[in-house]
């Protein structure tokens, strides 16, 4: 699944009564500067932990794909922005997958 500036990849399910998984791809390719990467690894922390309790047991991987600089305030809400839609779709998604094993997206 993808957006104007991340890509979302999930897994197959894990078992029963385990909660969702975050790994975070922000390639040095794609924005040259730690600071940066640690920043948008932040803003992609703290949506996902917002979305986490409505999220089905699966594994996601948030991968940067655009070419950046340091993300100024208005960037970095847009960024957040884009992240939550991300995982709000996944989840409406996976659900109305059901008991299914879902691609790779």
Known sequence: MRGAYFS???????????????????????????????????????????????LPACDLVLRLFVKMKKPDRQMRQTLALEVRQLLAKIGSRLDRQGGENPPDA
Do not use: D, I, W
């Open 8 to 54: 979302l990849h999930y897994g197959e399910r894990r078992p029963p009564g385990a909660s969702a998984r975050l790994g975070l791809v922000m390639g040095k390719k794609f924005m040259r500067r730690a600071v940066g990467r640690n920043c948008l690894k932040r803003l992609a922390r703290e949506a996902f932990r917002h979305a986490q309790p409505q």
